[in-house]
C-alpha cells in the first residue's frame, strides 16, 4: 500500500499533470499517514491559484475582460462593451450581467439579455443557467412555491437534482415543521424515476435521491436501497467479473481492492450508510449484508467504523 501510494503522490506532484490540481486536495488526508513529507507541497498545489475546483483550465483573461467581471462594473456597461468582445468572452460578460440581474431580482431583463445574445444549444444551456441562479435566489428568500413551479420546468436531466436541492433547503431552515413539506417534494422527485433504473445515469439519479433521504426520512432511503440490493449485486458481480478477466488495477486474486473506493460497478457513496446508521445501525447493518461480494460489506462497515 506504501509503495502505491508513493507512487500516486510522485503522479500528483508532477506539475505536468494538470489533473494534479483537481485532486491534490483529495490526496493530503492519506499523505499525513503514508508520506508527511509530501503534505506542504500538495497543499501549496491544491492552493494553485491557475485551476478551479471543478478541474476546468481557467481562460487567461486579459485586463479589460477581468476588470468586467469583478463586479464593480454596472451591467449596462458591460452591455455596451461586450459586443466589441470576441465571441466567447462576450457570451461570459452577457452571462454574468444576467446572473447580476437575476441577483438583484430583474430576472425579465436577464432573460432579454439572455434571448437576445445565444442561440441554438447555447440558449439553451444559458437559460439553464439563469433558471437556477434564480431557483437559488428564491430559495434564499423561503420562496419555495415559486422555486417548485420554475423547477418543474426545468430540463429532464435538471428537474431531479434541482427537486432535491429545494427539499434540502426546506428541511435545513427546519427540520421539525418542515420535514413533511420537504419529503414531498422528494416523493415527487421520485416519481418523475423509471420502476427500476436502466442505465448508469439513472442508477445514478436513483443514488442521488436515496441521499437526500437518508437525511429526510430515512425509512424510504432503506426501502429504496433494499429493492435495489439486488440489481446492485448484479452489477458488482459483472464488474468483478470484467475487472479479473481484464485484468485491471483494481482487482486482485479474485476481489476488487478496497483501497480503489466505493465503485463495485455502482457508485454507491458510504455516506449513505453512515447517516442511515446514525438512525437505525443494526437496519444499516442488515441492509449492508444483503450484499453478495464480501469487499463491498467489508469496505462499508469499515467505513462505519471509522465515523464512530
Not at 433547503?169 to 427540520?175: G, H, L, S, T
Not at 446492485?232 to 479474485?254: C, D, H, K, P
Request: no cysteine; aromatic share 8%.
Amino acid at each position: 500500500m506504501n509503495s502505491l501510494a508513493d507512487k500516486l503522490i510522485a503522479f500528483f506532484l508532477d506539475r505536468k499533470n494538470r489533473a494534479s490540481y483537481g485532486y491534490a486536495q483529495q490526496m493530503i488526508p492519506i499523505a499525513e499517514k503514508i508520506k508527511p513529507d509530501a503534505v506542504e507541497k500538495l497543499k501549496e498545489l491544491a492552493d494553485t491559484p491557475d485551476f478551479d475546483r471543478g478541474f476546468r483550465v481557467r481562460s487567461n483573461q486579459d485586463p479589460e475582460t477581468a476588470k468586467l467581471l469583478n463586479g464593480e462594473t454596472t451591467v449596462d456597461e458591460m452591455l455596451t462593451r461586450a459586443p466589441k468582445l470576441p465571441v466567447e468572452t462576450r457570451r461570459q460578460v452577457y452571462q454574468n450581467a444576467a446572473s447580476r440581474l437575476v441577483a438583484e431580482g430583474n430576472v425579465t431583463r436577464a432573460r432579454q439579455i439572455i434571448t437576445d445574445n445565444f442561440s441554438d444549444e447555447a440558449l439553451t444551456s444559458a437559460q439553464e443557467n439563469i433558471n437556477w441562479s434564480y431557483v437559488h435566489t428564491l430559495i434564499g428568500q423561503g420562496k419555495y412555491n415559486e422555486a417548485e413551479v420554475l423547477i418543474d420546468e426545468f430540463q429532464e436531466q435538471n428537474r431531479l437534482s434541482g427537486l432535491i436541492s429545494l427539499a434540502d433547503a426546506i428541511f435545513n431552515r427546519d427540520q421539525t415543521e418542515n420535514q413533511t413539506r420537504a419529503s414531498a417534494v422528494l416523493a415527487k422527485a421520485a416519481s418523475g424515476l423509471p420502476s427500476r433504473p436502466e442505465t448508469s445515469n439513472e442508477m445514478q439519479q436513483f443514488l442521488s435521491l436515496i441521499a437526500a433521504y437518508t437525511r429526510i426520512e430515512p425509512n424510504e432511503a432503506f426501502r429504496m436501497i433494499d429493492a435495489l440490493a439486488p440489481q446492485i449485486n448484479e452489477l458488482s458481480e459483472a464488474s468483478a467479473v470484467v475487472s479479473g478477466f481484464q485484468g485491471t488495477y483494481n482487482f486482485r486474486r479474485g476481489e476488487m481492492l478496497l483501497t480503489t473506493g466505493n465503485s463495485f460497478g455502482v457508485n454507491l457513496d458510504g455516506s449513505v450508510f453512515r447517516g442511515l446508521a446514525q438512525k437505525d445501525f443494526d437496519r444499516t447493518i442488515a441492509l449492508i449484508g444483503t450484499f453478495s461480494r464480501r469487499e463491498m460489506r467489508v469496505g462499508f462497515k469499515q467505513q462505519l467504523l471509522e465515523s464512530f
